[in-house]
T-cell receptor
Framework: DTGVSQDPRHKITKRGQNVTFRCDPI?????LYWYRQTLGQGPEFLTY????????KSRLLSDRFSAERPKGSFSTLEIQRTEQGDSAMYLCASSPNTGEAFFGQGTRLTVV | LAKTTQPISMDSYEGQEVNITCSHN???????ITWYQQFPSQGPRFIIQGYKTKVTNEVASLFIPADRKSSTLSLPRVSLSDTAVYYCLVALRTNAGKSTFGDGTTLTVKP
């Protein structure tokens, strides 16, 4: 499968714990995006990378959230001190310099 | 990021053609229009992208009038498996993943 891969698909964590998600984009895509989606809503843009540089962060990305793409390939999204309001689907997408973005299957986070 | 407006929901029957219209009054000169389909618990799936006039691929057609302030996704002969949420986005083709998703249109196809 050469699509965007996200791991894990599901994560249940207790409030206050830290969680980390991984995204492996399509190999030749230099742009990588993170979105968050809550039930019944469309995805909300969080941040994006061009190669290893994080070029933009949404105001939705609080101080407890951090994203990295250390070698311009895979990316991680970490949430520290999780809160119940963090429960959502976290989506990763990648795109080439020009052209459409392709999304992964997402990581479903449940904070209990 | 340009805002888009779509109907919240639509119903159709198997075999019919479905047209979903999206308004994007603030579209910028360099923005492209992209449509995605999303099934529950899955990521959005690219359907079609266009800049102006008409674009057609194996699953859909996209009609864009000259002023580009709206677009219409046309799904020919829908089946039950086309029941999904459809999102219209506008974004730079050089930064296609940085988009504003609205709440989409929930299409329900009935037998």
């Amino acid at each position: 499968d050469t699509g965007v891969s996200q791991d894990p698909r599901h994560k249940i964590t207790k409030r206050g714990q830290n969680v980390t998600f991984r995204c492996d984009p399509i190999s030749e895509h230099n742009r990588l995006y993170w979105y968050r989606q809550t039930l019944g809503q469309g995805p909300e843009f969080l941040t994006y990378f061009q190669n290893e540089a994080q070029l933009e962060k949404s105001r939705l990305l609080s101080d407890r959230f951090s994203a990295e793409r250390p070698k311009g390939s895979f990316s991680t999204l970490e949430i520290q001190r999780t809160e119940q309001g963090d429960s959502a689907m976290y989506l990763c997408a990648s795109s080439p310099n020009t052209g459409e973005a392709f999304f992964g299957q997402g990581t479903r986070l449940t904070v209990v | 990021l340009a805002k888009t407006t779509q109907p919240i929901s639509m119903d159709s029957y198997e075999g019919q053609e479905v047209n979903i219209t999206c308004s994007h009054n603030n579209i910028a000169t360099n923005d492209y229009i992209t449509w995605y389909q999303q099934f529950p618990s899955q990521g959005p799936r690219f359907i079609i992208q266009g800049y102006k006039t008409k674009v057609t691929n194996e699953v859909a057609s996209l009609f864009i009038p000259a002023d580009r302030k709206s677009s219409t996704l046309s799904l020919p002969r829908v089946s039950l498996s086309d029941t999904a949420v459809y999102y219209c986005l506008v974004a730079l083709r050089t930064n296609a993943g940085k988009s504003t998703f609205g709440d989409g249109t929930t299409l329900t196809v009935k037998p």
